[in-house]
């Protein structure tokens, strides 16, 4: 019943790193685009991160630049997302999301997601 897992979020000081996985099934892994989302409290989901999988194009958000990376591994239907030189407004919850329809064009929109995971919290503290 669990179609996409998220793990490796937790508490860092900033300047510091974690990495993020997310493990799918047959059905839920996309060969099309996989991406992270995140969502502080009080704030709307924002786009972290996406990879098309066909082609291995990856597309982040300006806020993350440079700091972190998304990759995947389809043998084991894992999504990862290294995450390097932390800050406080890093601190959210993290979601892994696949689109399996192929009906959106860009990479930041949740139009096409079929699949969400149910989050993984990330701490950063100054």
């Known amino acids: 019943q669990v179609q996409l897992q998220e793990s490796g979020g937790g508490s860092v000081q900033a300047g510091g790193s974690l990495r993020l996985s997310c493990v799918g099934t047959?059905?839920?892994?996309?060969?099309?685009?996989m991406a992270w989302f995140r969502q502080a409290p009080g704030k709307e989901r924002e786009a972290v991160a996406a990879?098309?999988?066909?082609?291995?194009?990856?597309y982040y958000a300006d806020s993350v630049t440079g700091r972190f990376t998304i990759s995947q591994d389809k043998a084991k239907r894992t999504l990862y997302l290294q995450m390097n030189s932390l800050k406080p407004e890093d601190t959210a919850m993290y979601y892994c999301?696949?689109?399996?329809?192929?009906?959106?064009?860009?990479?930041?929109?949740?139009?096409?997601?079929?699949?969400w995971g149910q989050g993984t919290q990330v701490t950063v503290s100054s």
């Open positions: 999301a696949s689109d399996t329809r192929a009906l959106s064009n860009k990479w930041y929109e949740t139009y096409g997601i079929k699949y």
């Open positions: 047959p059905y839920s892994f996309s060969d099309y685009r």
């Open positions: 990879i098309y999988t066909g082609d291995g194009r990856t």
